[in-house]
C-alpha cells in the first residue's frame, strides 16, 4: 500500500529538517512524501530545497489557514493511505509507517490512530505530556474521547466520499474531521497501542485561554454540523481529560 505523508508548514526553519529526515528514514518503501509551505519567509525554503530528492510533491503559495494547506495535501495524494506530520513533530521511531501499512493489511479498516507524547520544544526525548488513546465505541465522543490527530491515517477514498476539512473551524477542524469519519459516517478504525509521534508542546489549540475558548465554541459548532447532540458536560468533559494526560507513564 502507498503511504502519503503530508507536511503542512509556515516558516518553521528551526524544527522542519528533523521533521522530513523523520520521514525519509522510515524503512517503509512506499512512500508519497507531500510538503505544502504556506509562502515562508524565513530559511524553510532552503532547508525543503536541501532534501528535495526524497520530496514527492512540492507547492509553496498563501493559504487561508493550517486546514487549507491540508485540505491542498489531500487533493495531490495518490497514496491508498494518507497521514500528516505538521513541521513541529515527528515520527516516534522509524518503523510507524510500516506498522500502520501492516494495520490496514491485516484488518478491514478505514482508518488507525495510536498514542502521542508531547514533548518539550527543545528537547523532544522530554516527555511533558503522553496522550493514550483507546479503541472506539460510539458513545466515547459523549464522554470527551478524541483519537490524537497527528497520529490519524485514513484511507484517502474516505476523503473522497466524505470530505476534506472543514475551513470555518480554523482551530478544532481536525476534531470535527474525526467525529465527521467516526462518529456520524462510521467508518471503520484500529487503534494501535503504541506511541506514534512526538509533538512539540505549544499547539494552536492549547496556547492561551482566548484558543481554548474559541476551540470550546468551534466543538460546539463541529457537534451541530454533524448531528451530535450539544452537551455542556460532554465539553467540561474533554477539556478536563487532558489533565490525565500529564500523568500516564
Avoid at 17 to 28: A, G, P, R
Wanted: with cysteine.
Amino acid at each position: 500500500m502507498k503511504v502519503s505523508i503530508i507536511t503542512d508548514v509556515l516558516n518553521s526553519e528551526n524544527t522542519l529538517e528533523e521533521s522530513i529526515l523523520s520521514v525519509l528514514n522510515q524503512d517503509y518503501e512506499n512512500i508519497e512524501y507531500i510538503i505544502v509551505d504556506g509562502w515562508s519567509t524565513d530559511g524553510t525554503l532552503k532547508i525543503i530545497d536541501k532534501y528535495m530528492k526524497g520530496i514527492s510533491k512540492f507547492i509553496s503559495e498563501p493559504d487561508k489557514n493550517h486546514f487549507d494547506a491540508m485540505n491542498k495535501g489531500i487533493r495531490l495524494a495518490s497514496g491508498d493511505i494518507i497521514g500528516f506530520l505538521h513541521a513541529d513533530d515527528i515520527f516516534a521511531d522509524n518503523f510507524v509507517i510500516r506498522k500502520i501499512a501492516e494495520e490496514f493489511i491485516r484488518k478491514d479498516i478505514d482508518c488507525v490512530w495510536g498514542d502521542l507524547l508531547y514533548v518539550d520544544k527543545e528537547d523532544t526525548d522530554k516527555i511533558v505530556r503522553w496522550w493514550k488513546s483507546s479503541e472506539y465505541k460510539k458513545d466515547l465522543f459523549r464522554k470527551g474521547w478524541m483519537p490524537a490527530h497527528p497520529t490519524f491515517f485514513v484511507k484517502r477514498e474516505v476523503y473522497e466520499k466524505h470530505g476534506n476539512f472543514n475551513l470555518d473551524l480554523p482551530i478544532a477542524g481536525d476534531y470535527e474531521i474525526m467525529l465527521r469519519f467516526l462518529y456520524k459516517c462510521g467508518i471503520k478504525g484500529s487503534y494501535i497501542p503504541e506511541v506514534l509521534v512526538k509533538m512539540r508542546l505549544g499547539g494552536l489549540s492549547n496556547q492561551n485561554l482566548k484558543n481554548i475558548i474559541q476551540k470550546s465554541g468551534e466543538d460546539l459548532k463541529a457537534w451541530q454540523i454533524n448531528g451530535f447532540s450539544r452537551s455542556l458536560g460532554t465539553l467540561f468533559l474533554k477539556n478536563i481529560s487532558k489533565v490525565s494526560q500529564f500523568f500516564v507513564k
